[in-house]
């Protein structure tokens, strides 16, 4: 069953709200923008090549190329919450979010540089 698609209103208002006090948003609203941000990451770079988990929040398949179906996928980017939503806004470059340790990429494919932002 597919999920229900998040609203564009609803969505980017929740990432401002996260954007402006990251720290004082509830815990519902970083739901809801970490799940729209990560919607408009499917879209935009349809596939299933590259999981990008956002613990504990949601994971979606992106990328066009090989199809992964069982196991631990060969590309993951794992984030939390705080970078993810840097990262969807352009507060945070890719690179610098890898060379600092706060992007955990692994797989040749796991680059979401030109991908982002989503904001």
Known sequence: MARA???DAAGT???RECGADAGGASRDIRALAVRYTLQLLAE????NTVEVRVPPFGAVQCIA???HT???PPNVVETDVATWLA???GSLGWSDGVETGRIHASGQRADLAGEL???
Do not use: N
Not at 44 to 47: C, E, V
């Open 5 to 7: 698609r998040i609203d």
């Open 13 to 15: 208002a929740a990432v």
């Open 44 to 47: 935009k770079a349809s596939g």
């Open 65 to 67: 190329g090989p199809r």
């Open 70 to 72: 069982r196991g631990t």
């Open 87 to 89: 990262l969807a806004t």
């Open 117 to 119: 932002p989503l904001l």
